[in-house]
């Protein structure tokens, strides 16, 4: 039987990791490049489906027409009540600073 | 019988009669619990015990304490003559996945295990609003990503009450659990491609996935946030009535939350179904999944024992008078799954991005030399694979290479499953029906550890489900039966947007057109030795 077809590749696949920010252990990162590589077998069904050229985009199911939308709150501030309550999850707060190690000089191409 | 095993509208009739106390009711809710639930989940757990695999393991905190002061309270309130509202004195159970104020809030997860969340999701808040008691949160999928509920970072993750050694379905399992064992009356779950429906026909219970928009997520811990419902779970179509009319509404919190007018579900439950008319989709009775090896599609009919539970359930929605409509095209059901492994994982990537080690939840405990080393880190190590998965996937797809060839098609193709129901309801249309009868599942509860890991098979268990996500319509899964093996079988309801009400009836009229039958007597097994 012919190995399935793998569009993520090692080398993908390191790029994703990287753009997302995981650090991963070996073990994880194989199970993981092949249950994508799956997955992007079953979501290949979708490029077979005729979709006539004018057939919109639905970002969601329901429509919201005027009526179904609230009403927008007045654009005013408003003082947090729970300020402290968030700033208290921080793993890392002092002196009204969440603190972070260092952030390196990157200069955008 | 014992009072955690009545419905919630008794109880709620009990306790206005004063035939019982809110406490005597939290209290015979902890004694079920104390018996049947075993060990809360819980992260770096021992080792799973042949004891542990008897027991039910609905909950990650339990809040014994908090619970029985609350019942005093309303105790009080029915004392001095004064309403605690429409929820007064009956426990609830909150998937995990929702914020409650002062209470760790953890989705199931080892990154969110130290956050106490500081607000109260909008639906919690109006449950506690109307009177009802919390009794803690209950266990899920990590984040919600499975169907199993078996991917928590918290094990022992949750067991089926009618059969421990199969899963109770996810993501909601817990929630679904708690109501079929009977420790609690209800529970808030949400669904994003069934995860309310699909535990709730493994565990014979009634879920409701509302129409997008019919209940607020602010405060729901996000997954795909064009496709997330919070909904009840509940042993009956008239206690998920009585928490819809509690929960049901707009939100100026939630910009999504549609301001329709919200109907009294209760009242119309009684409603005669002479004239509804009932369809049947034969795409509803065959599903379409990969091959493991080849890759190849294999179409496959749903099992027998599934479709005669259907077909009887036809039989007696024709004898009440409802109009059967046989041969409803929805062809493009087949398509769900492919579209929702796009669509979701996008969602998914995005709204995992915040956690990072920095503003809440875990931080990795290695010193990280500079800021990417500690998001990689904490990300890495407080993220279990399935929530990794779907990062990984949602990038993949969402790249600007792909995303017209991915993403961008999935977003098409969710407009023709769309299409697939506007037709069938349309009330102009050829079938102008009421609702479309299916199966909720594909089979009924499977054994624990016997797909966990294969993330597409998992996934496909969905696959008569996640199309009414894609639609954002709502849809039932109420109790129909049980196989040979003894699980129950769960039957489906979908409707138009906003047709909860006629889904509650439909779903109540077969409740009492078989009340009778021999298969209602069955108890779950957890609670053969109580």
Known sequence: MPEPKEDITPDVFDHLVQLAALELDGSQADYLR???????????????????????AASHGVPYPPNHKPALREDEWETCPEAKAITAQAPQFEDGYIIVPDIPHTTLE | MELCDLSALDISKMLRSRQTSALEVVDSCLARISKVDGRPGTLDSSPETQEDTRKVHAFISLMPD???????????????????????????????????????????????????????ATPV?????????????????????????????????????????????????????????????????????????????????????????????????????????????????????????????????????????????LAGLDKDIKGMRIGLSPD??????????????????????????????????????????????????????????????????????????????????????????????????????????????????????????????????????RRDFESAFDPNGKYRLDALLTPTTPTTAFPMKGIYGDSVLMQYADQLTVPANHSGSPGISFPGGFDSAGLPIGLQLLGPDFSEAALLQLTHAYEKATAEADWREKRPAVLEEV
Not at chain 1, 35 to 55: C, H, P, Y
Not at chain 2, 94 to 109: E, L, R
Not at chain 2, 293 to 310: F, H, M, N, R
Not at chain 2, 336 to 345: K, Q
Request: proline content about 6%.
């Open chain 2, 284 to 417: 509803y009775f065959r599903i379409t999944f990969p091959d493991a090896q080849s890759g190849d599609y294999l179409e496959q009919e749903v099992p027998d024992e599934i479709k005669a539970t259907v077909l009887r359930a036809v039989e007696v929605y024709r004898a009440l008078g409802a109009e059967i409509i046989e041969d409803v095209p929805m062809p493009n059901t087949r398509y769900g799954i492919p579209a929702y492994f796009v669509i979701s994982r996008v969602e998914a990537a995005s709204n995992l991005h915040r956690f990072d080690g920095v503003k809440y939840g875990y931080r990795t405990k290695s010193q990280a030399n500079e800021l990417k080393d500690l998001y990689r880190r904490s990300r890495g190590e407080g993220f279990g694979l399935q929530p990794k998965l779907r990062i990984l996937m949602g990038m993949y797809v969402s790249a600007a290479q792909y995303s017209e060839q991915y993403y961008r098609r999935a977003l098409r193709v969710r407009t023709l499953i």
């Open chain 2, 66 to 120: 908090e619970a029985r002061a609350r019942a005093r309270d309303i105790d009080k309130q029915f004392a001095a003559g004064e309403e605690p509202g429409p929820l007064g004195g009956i426990p609830f159970t909150v998937k995990d996945i929702f914020c409650v104020k002062d209470t760790p809030s953890t989705a199931a997860s080892r990154i969110l295990a130290n956050f106490v969340s500081p607000y109260t």
């Open chain 2, 125 to 265: 808040e109006r449950m506690l609003k109307a009177g009802g008691i919390s009794l803690g949160k209950v266990n899920l999928d990590e984040f919600t990503y499975g169907s199993s509920s078996e991917s928590s970072a918290f094990q022992p993750s949750p067991r089926n009450p009618w059969d421990t050694s199969r899963v109770p379905g996810g993501s909601s399992g817990g929630s679904a659990a708690s109501v079929g064992a009977g420790e609690a009356f209800l529970s808030l779950g949400t669904d994003t491609a069934g995860s309310i429906r699909q535990p709730a026909a493994f565990c014979g219970v009634v879920g409701l996935k509302p129409t997008y928009g019919r209940v607020s997520r602010y405060g729901l811990i996000a997954f795909g946030s064009s496709l997330d419902c919070p909904g009840p779970v509940a042993r009956s179509a008239a206690d998920a009535a009585l928490m819809m009319n509690a929960i049901a509404g707009a939100d100026t919190h939630d910009a999504t939350a549609a301001a329709v007018p919200v109907p009294d579900y």
């Open chain 1, 34 to 56: 092949q249950e994508l590589n799956k997955q992007l077998a079953s979501i290949r069904e979708l490029e077979a489906i005729k979709l006539d050229e004018n057939l919109p």
